[in-house]
């Protein structure tokens, strides 16, 4: 029994300092990121590669591209090849997807491949400090709030690193996610800490992998979608400004002419959000199932039920609107900024300042 206890306060203290580890390479990934960003902006290469876009483009918007082709006899004609559109907005606008966070730059591009590297290597270790986690208390490393940011957290990370092993488009997204997640786990080792411990016998259900499992992996795609939404919201207002013949400022131009375009920023996000809503029903319906074991009822309008509900409303009406034509856009990803603040709040708010049957997860 005391060498049990003790091995298991051996692997707790080697989660903690496993955390702790993760944090210090997560901010070297956000440095490389950083670094991504601002030598791609500013390089040589990326300005002579702006200015070749902006005469493609202005060729493009004429209609047509000329084409330079040998002639019999010596000598060379020119052609006119139609337009090709590479991709469409929900409105009027065709707009290329931009370079990307390293500007189209050679050495912008060597420090979003470290960025990412930093990041695998910051995502192994941060989830062998939730394993170990998981090892010292002998159950699933999510009784708390503190265990439930360690876990979301990792499985954030864990959806952009599957992203990009599937060959997707979405390095633009390592910079924000890197420095919400270290704000997360800052959070975590400071207010949210919890000491390893049982839990109480309510919750001693194989139920808990099932639901908490599920209400993780939804808030971090959920997560993934909302980092969608923002940007598409200031890279349409961009492209709306140019549209209408406006000039944004320079650091926003730096910025924002090289995130994919809006049409596929908006697209991402709706994808992203329609695809994991289908879990997050059953993640309800899977907490509802459980509260029937547990307390006898199946509902029972705990702030916790309830806030899940309307977070699932929230994103119903936002797919919903999203799938109709008069709400597409601006519109519904307001929408579903908000529905994403529902679970925020369902999480952080429910449990820190309303008093439920879920209070027990403690903080």
Not at 43 to 58: G, I
Not at 96 to 122: E, H, M, N, Q
Not at 166 to 172: A, M, Q
Not at 234 to 259: H, I, N, Q, W
Request: proline share 3%; aromatic share 14%.
């Amino acid at each position: 029994m005391i060498l049990a206890a003790t091995t298991n306060e051996s692997l707790a203290h080697t989660s903690n300092y496993l955390i702790y580890s993760a944090m210090a390479v997560y901010l070297l990934a956000f440095f490389a990121h950083m670094a991504e960003w601002i030598l791609g902006s500013r390089s040589k290469v990326a300005r002579t590669a702006a200015a070749l876009t902006a005469d493609a483009s202005s060729a493009a918007d004429s209609g047509t591209v000329k084409v330079q082709v040998a002639k019999k006899g010596g000598g060379t004609a020119v052609l006119e090849r139609p337009k090709v559109v590479t991709r469409s907005s929900s409105g009027n606008r065709d707009v290329p997807d931009g370079p990307g966070a390293a500007g189209g730059d050679v050495k912008g591009d060597l420090y979003g491949r470290i960025a990412v590297s930093f990041t695998v290597l910051a995502f192994l270790v941060e989830f062998s400090g939730v394993l170990t986690r998981a090892l010292s208390v002998q159950r699933a490393p999510w009784g708390n709030m503190y265990e439930f940011n360690l876990t979301f957290s990792t499985v954030a990370v864990g959806v952009y690193v599957a992203l990009l092993a599937l060959k997707k488009n979405v390095r633009w997204l390592g910079l924000p996610l890197v420095t919400s997640v270290l704000l997360d786990l800052g959070l975590a080792v400071t207010v949210l800490y919890t000491a390893s411990d049982q839990l109480v016998p309510a919750l001693h259900s194989y139920w808990l992998w099932i639901h908490v499992s599920t209400a993780i992996f939804c808030g971090a795609v959920f997560y993934v979608g909302a980092v969608a939404t923002i940007l598409y919201l200031f890279r349409d207002r961009y492209e709306a400004k140019l549209a209408e013949g406006g000039k944004p400022g320079a650091f926003a131009t730096s910025v924002l002419e090289r995130l994919p375009a809006a049409a596929s920023l908006d697209k991402f996000a709706y994808r992203v959000n329609a695809a994991v809503f289908p879990l997050w029903t059953f993640t309800i319906i899977a907490g509802a199932i459980w509260a029937g074991d547990a307390w006898g009822r199946y509902w029972g309008w705990d702030p916790k039920e309830v806030w899940s509900f309307i977070t699932w409303v929230a994103y119903a009406c936002y797919l919903h609107a999203r799938a109709t034509a008069g709400w597409k856009g601006r519109k519904a990803a307001t929408l579903a900024l908000l529905a994403f603040g529902c679970w925020l709040f369902n999480y952080y708010g429910v449990n820190i300042f309303v008093n439920g049957k879920h209070s027990y997860a403690g903080v």
